[in-house]
């Protein structure tokens, strides 16, 4: 079994910041890649963001969209979307995705999973 549980969302005026966090727990044997998708009110699911998972650096940050930067700390199976200078059409439900590979009891699948998603709003 493996969980994704996001968090850091929340409500933010026009401008300011937020930092979302997503750890991955469970019968993990390989981390591929762990990003970032959203979805704003009346629309589709939309990619942001993803990172590829290296075992030779334990930590990485790419910058994406010019105001966001996602990074990962390998130790803690943790990725990060740190958003700055946030607009109103940044709001929707943001939502932690993982490419990863299972191993346990005979089992060995890789599988891309999901988290339960974490809202961000921004507003005046």
């Known amino acids: 079994q493996v969980q994704l549980v996001e968090s850091g969302g929340g409500l933010v005026q026009p401008g300011g910041s937020l930092r979302l966090s997503c750890a991955a727990s469970g019968s993990i044997f390989t981390i591929y890649t762990m990003g970032w998708y959203r979805q704003a009110p009346g629309k589709e699911r939309e990619f942001v963001a993803h990172i590829p998972w290296s075992s030779t650096a334990s930590s990485d940050t790419y910058t994406v969209k010019g105001r966001f930067a996602i990074s990962r700390d390998n130790s803690k199976n943790t990725v990060y979307l740190q958003m700055n200078s946030l607009k109103p059409e940044d709001t929707g439900v943001y939502y932690c995705?993982?490419?990863?590979?299972?191993?346990?009891?005979?089992?060995?699948?890789?599988?891309?999973?999901w988290g339960q998603g974490t809202q961000v709003t921004v507003s005046s």
């Open positions: 995705n993982s490419d990863l590979r299972v191993r346990n009891n005979g089992n060995d699948y890789r599988r891309a999973y």
